[in-house]
C-alpha cells in the first residue's frame, strides 16, 4: 500500500473524521463513501491508500487514530489561521487545510464525492464544529445587569422590616426541623418553635395594642408569609393557635373573652383549636351537626356530638397541644335553630388529660405536616357556661333570649365566617413564598448544572435548554406578579376595604396561588432530577407539605364557584353561600350585557412589541372575564326559566363558571403586577421587570389560547406567534434568572 | 290585629317562606313585599295582620315559625295532592294549597306583589323545591350494568395469573410497612420484603430456565407492575436489584458471570447495584468519568474516580445493603479511549463493610421512597480481575487487545444501553399501577361522599360535580387506554419486536404514564380533600414515592427528545443519541412530505356521533403527529441549511419538537386502545368501554384543541362542541366509575 503523505491525507481528513467519530454513519454509508473515494481516478494510489486505510468498514480506526488526525486538522488550521465560519464542505475544508490554492473550487474528479459528502448531510455547521471547535459558546450563563438587593427593596416595599425580624427569629435552631424525625418528636420541635414566636410576640402581631398586641394586621400577615420559607408544619401550627383560634376568640367574641382568654391564649399557655370542620362536612360549613343546646336552668350550653359522622375532624393542635376549642355548633333554644355560633370549649385539664366528656383521637399520620397533631373531637353532653358563647354577632341572654345584630340568619352566618378572611390571606401569602422558595432552589440548581452541549464543545447549563426556560420561568414570572397582588389585597384589607370584594379577591387568589404553588414545586423538583428528590433540597418535603393548601381554608373548586358565583351576582350577594333562591334576579342583568365587537385588527396583530404591550394583555383579560361572565350568566338563566332548579343548572355550566372565576382572578392579578410596576422608578430595574410582566401576561394568554381561539379573540396566526414571543421572553430572562430569585432575598440556611 | 285563618296564611305562605328561609333577601327587598302586602285593598284585615305578622322586617319569624309554615304548606300540598311540577309564581301556588278553585288566575289585586315576585326572581324551581321538596332525586348514584369480575379478566388478560400470585404474596404483613416508620427501621422491612420476593422466585422469572429462572419476560414484568399497587420502596428495591443489577448481568455478562454470579444474585445472596448515575452526568451517560483501565501486567481492571463530580451518586442499594455492583466506567487502554463499558465491582463484604478503595457514602433522606438506600460510591483505583467486564459486546484479552461484535463505539454504546430496555417499560407499567390505585381510592371516596345539594334535598356525592367528574374520569379512561398501550409493548418486547421500535414506544410511555400518575395522584388527593392527605388513604405517599418516576430510567423531557429524534430519522438512526451530525439528510425526507389537505366538512362537523366516533379520534391524532413531524424537519433543517449547528437549531423548536413527541405516544396509546376494544365480544362491557375510549380519545384532543384550531383542522365552534361532548361523556359514565375501578381488581388490603 502507498505511503499516505500529511498532504494528500489532510485534504480527506474532515471527511474520514466526521464519518467515523460519531457513529452516526452506517456501515452502508460509509462503503459509499469508501467506493467513491476508489473511484477518484486522478487521485492516484495516495488517494486509495487513504480509502484503504481510513475507510474501511471492516477496520475502522481506533479512537486513538481519529484523536490524532483531529490533531493533525486542528493544527493544520491554526497554521493557516482557519477559522471555524460558516457551512463548508468537509472536501473543500480538507483541500483549504492542506493549503490548496484552489481550496474554494473542488476538482471535477471529487466532485461524486461531494455529492455523497451532501447527500449523507455530514457537511453542515455541526461537522465543522466536530472539527474545528465552536467560535461562540453554546448555552445560557449568568449575567448582572441590576442590584438584587434593589430589586429585592421593590419587591418587599413595607415587608422588608418584618421580613427581616422574623428571619432573624428563623435564624435559630429552633426552627431548623428534620421532617424525618418520627411523628411525636417532631411535633414537640414545632411546639418549641411555635413557643418562640410568641415569646417574641409575633403571634400577637395583630391585635390591639390593648391586648398586648400591635394592632399591624398587614404586618401580621407578613409575619406569616415569612415563616412559610421556612417549616411549614410551624407554619400550620403557628396558623392554627394564633391565626384560627386566637383570631376567632378577637373576632367572634367580646370584651369578656377578649380579657379573659386573650393575654394567656397570646402567650401560648393556652393552646387552642380551630373546631370547625367534621367528618361529614368540610365545605358545607352550613350542614354541620354538631349541636350546642341552651339549658337555661343552670345557665349552660350543652356541646354534643350525635353521631359518629359529626365529630370535629382533623382540627389542628387537637390530637395533642390543644386545651381549649372554638367549637362551631348549631345553637339551639329549646324548640328553636338558630344556626351555626362558636363556642369556647375546654377540652384538656393542665396536664394535658382530655376532660370528661370530651373524647379526644390523634387523626394519625398523614402525607404531610408531620409536625402538626391534628386530631378528632367528639362531645358528650359537655357543658360550658353561658358566656362561653362567641357573642360578637349573637347572644343568648340567662333565661334563654336569642338576640342578633344581624337579623337575617343568613347573613350572621356569613358575617361570622367573612371575619375569619385572614387565614385564606395568609394561605395564598404563604404559597407564593413557598413557590419562591422552590424556584430560588431550581433556578440556581439549573444555572449551574450542565448536561450535553454541541458537537466537540463544553456542555451547558441546563437552565440553556427552551423547555427547561419554558418550566420555570412563567411560573418565576407568575410568581411576582400573584406576589404583588397579594400583597396589594392585604393592603386594603388591612385599610378596611370592602369586606365583600376582599373576601371574593382572597378566595379567588388563594385558590390560584395554592395551584400555582404545587405546580411550580412540581416543575422545581423534576428540573433538579434526581437531586430534587434528596431532603436537603427542601422541594420535595414543601410539596408534601404544601399539597394540603388546595383543601384547607376552602377547597379550591369551591372557592372558585363562590368567586364565580360573586361576580355573577355583582358582588351584591353576601360571599360564600352556594344556594341559588332569588338569585336569577341578578343573572338577568348580567345575562342582557353585550359582549363587545372584536376588532379584526386586533384578533390578527402579531408583531413583538404588540405582543409585548400590557395593554393588550389586560384588554384580553377584561375581554374573557366580560364575555365569560355574560355567557354564564345566559345559561344559567335560560335555564332557569325553563324550569331546571338552580343547582341542576350551575351544575350543567360548572366548568363555566369555574373558567369565569379564573379569568377574573388571572385579570385581577395582572393588573395588580402593572400597579406595582407604576411605582418603580429605576431603569435598570424596569429592564428586568418588564420581560417579566409581559412573559406573566402573554404565558396567561396562551395557557389560554384555546378560549381566546375559540371565541375569534386570536386569529391562528397570532396564537402562534404569541407561542414564539413566549420563547423569546424565556431567552432573554434566562440569563437574569438568578439575579432574580437573589431578589427574593431568601437566606442562605433556607434555601 | 286580627286573627289570620289557615286558609288566608297559606295563600301567602309561599312567599313568605322563600323571603325569609334562604336569608337570601335584603330588608329592602322584604320591605318591598310587605308593602305590596299592605296595599292588598280587596284582601281586608286578615291580609295587612298577615304582613304584619309575617313580613316585619324588624321582627323577621324565628327558624321554628318558618318550619310551621313549611309543615302547613306541605300538609296543604299532600291533601290536594300537589306535586311539585314545573315554575309557579308562589302566590298562585299560595291560593292552590289554599284551595282556591281559579287558582290559576290570579286576582288582579295581587299582580303588583306577582310583579315582585318576578323582579326579585322568587318564582323559580329553586323556590317550589324549597317548598314541595324536589321530586327526582339530584346526583349521581352509582350503578351496576355490567360485571367487574368480567372487565377485570377482560382488562388483565393474560396478567390475572401473575396478579394473583403476586397479591398472595402481598398479602403477607411484610409488605404493609408505615412509611412512617424510622428510615433504619424501614430499609430493614423492605429488605425482608424483597427477600420474601426473591424466596418465592419471583425475581427470576424472566431469566431463563437453565439459569434457575422461568424464562418468562412478560410474566415479569407483570410481577412488577403487580408489586406497584404495594409500597414503592419494596418495588424500586426489588427492581434496583433484580431489574437492573441481575438484568445486566444477565444482559451485558456472558456465561461466566451467568455461572458465576446469577445464583446467589437471584437468592439475594448478593445484593447489587447498578452504578450508573454520577453527581456530575445523569442524562448524558456517555460523558460519564469512572475510568476503567486495563493493567495487562496484572490483568486487571483498575475503577478509579478521577473527581469529585464523578462519583456514582442517588445509586440504590449503595448506602447499606449493595455488596456488588455494576459499574459504567470510561474504558482505557494504555492510550485508547472505548467508551462506557460494565464491570462488576465487589464494594461489600458478608459483614457489609466497604472493601479497600471503595468510598460509600449515605445520600441522606430523600423526600419519597424512604425504605430504599441510597448511596454514594467513590473509587480509589479499585482493581478487579479482567473478567469482571460484562464482555458481551466487547472484550479485553489478557494482552489488552481490544475487540467487539459491534465495530461502531456509538452503536456499541447504545446497543449496551438498550438491552437495559425492560427497566424503562417496567417503571411506565408502575405508574399505571399506582394510577389504578389512586383512582381506585379517589372514584370510591367521591361516590359515597355528600357535600351540597339543592335546595331542601339531601346532600349529594360529591361525583355529582361536573367539575369533579372532570378531574377524575378522563385520567380513568387514559389510565385505562394506557394500559393497554403498555400491554401491547411488553407482548411485543417479549416476542422480540424490533428493538429500535420498541425502545421508542418504551422511552414515550415511561414519560407519559410517570407524568400522567403524578397528574392522577394530584386529582386523586384533591377529590378527597383532608381525608386524601391522612396517611391511611395512601394518594399522598404514592405521591411522594412515585414523584422520583419522571427522572429516574431517564428524565422525562430527554426522553421525549429521544422519541422526537427518533421519529424525524424516521427510526433508522440508533436510539437514545441527542448528537446530530449527519442527522439533516433524514430531516430532507420528513421535511419535503406534504401536509394533508384540511377537509372543511370535518372541521366543522361537530354531531355527538362524529365527535364519539373512534376514527375522527385518530385521524385528528395522526394528522397532528404527521403534521408536527413534517414542520419540526422544516424548521431544523432550516436552520441548519442556513448554517446554524444542530444543537442551537435543536433548541430553538425544542418545544416544537417535544409536542411531536407527546403526539406520537398519544397516537400511539389510542390506537392500543382500539386494538384492546376490538378483542372484546361481550355488549354489557362495550357498553361502557366505548364511552371511556370515546373520553380518553376527546380528552386528548381536547387538552391540545389549542394545536387544532391553530391548525385549522378544527373551527371554533367544533372545539367547543367537543368540550360539551367531554362534560357528556363524564356525565354518563360518572354512575359507572366505582364498578370500573373495582374491574382493576386491587385487594381491599390495598386500597
Redesign the interface.
Known sequence: MAKVSEHVLLQFAPLIY?AW?????T?DEITRIHDQLERVKSAGAETAAVAARWLN??R?P???DLQELLKLMRKAAKARSRKNG??ASLLKLGRELAGQKDAEELPSELAALAEVER????D????L??ILG?DEP?GVEQRVTFSSIELNRFLDGERAATRRQLFEIMRNPAFQI???L??PAYRERVLAAVHLLADQGIGATAFPPELGGNGAVARSITAFETLAFGDLSVLVKYGVHFGLFCGSIYQLGTTFHHEEFLPAVMRLELPGCFAM?ES?????VR?IETTATYDPVSQEFVIHTPRPEARK??IGNAAQHGRMATVFAQLRIG?????VHAFLVPIRNEKLEALPGVMLED????????GVDNGRIRFDHVRIPRTNLLNRFADVSEDGTYSSVI?????R?FTMLGTLVAGRISIGCASVSVSKTALTIALRYTAQRR?????A?A?VPVL?????Q??LLPHLALTIALDAALEQLVQRFAAGADLREVETDAAGLKAFASTHN?NTL?AA??AC??A?????MR???L??DA??F???EG???VLLQLVAKALLGGLR??FG????????????ARASTAVAELNPLITRKSDPEHLRDPEFHTSALRYREHRLLTTAARRMKSR??H??????AL??V??HV?ALAQAHVERSIIEAFDRKLAQCGDPTLLAVLRPLRALAGLHLLERD??WF????YFE?AK??AL?EEV?RLCQELAPHAVSIVDSFGIPDFLA
Open positions: 466526521v467519530a460519531d457513529g452516526e454513519l456501515r468498514p471492516d475502522p481506533s479512537a486513538s460558516s457551512r447527500a449523507l448531510a455530514l453542515g455547521t455541526d461537522a464544529h466536530a465552536r453554546a428534620d421532617p424525618r418520627s411523628t370542620t361529614g362536612h368540610g365545605s358545607n350542614e375532624d382533623y324548640d328553636e335553630e338558630h344556626g387523626c394519625g399520620e398523614k402525607t404531610g405536616l408531620h337579623a337575617n340568619p343568613g347573613r352566618f448536561q450535553f452541549g454541541p458537537s464543545a456542555e440553556s435548554y427552551l423547555t427547561m419554558r418550566s404545587l412540581q423538583r423534576e432530577g434526581g430534587g428528590f434528596m431532603q436537603v422541594v420535595g418535603q410539596r408534601a399539597d394540603i388546595t383543601t384547607f377547597a379550591n373548586p350577594e353576601q353561600e352556594m344556594r341559588f333562591i332569588g338569585f336569577a334576579r341578578y343573572l338577568g332557569i326559566d324550569g331546571t332548579d338552580s343547582f341542576d351544575n350543567e360548572q366548568d369555574v389560547r384555546a381561539l375559540e371565541a375569534g391562528p396564537a402562534k407561542r420563547n
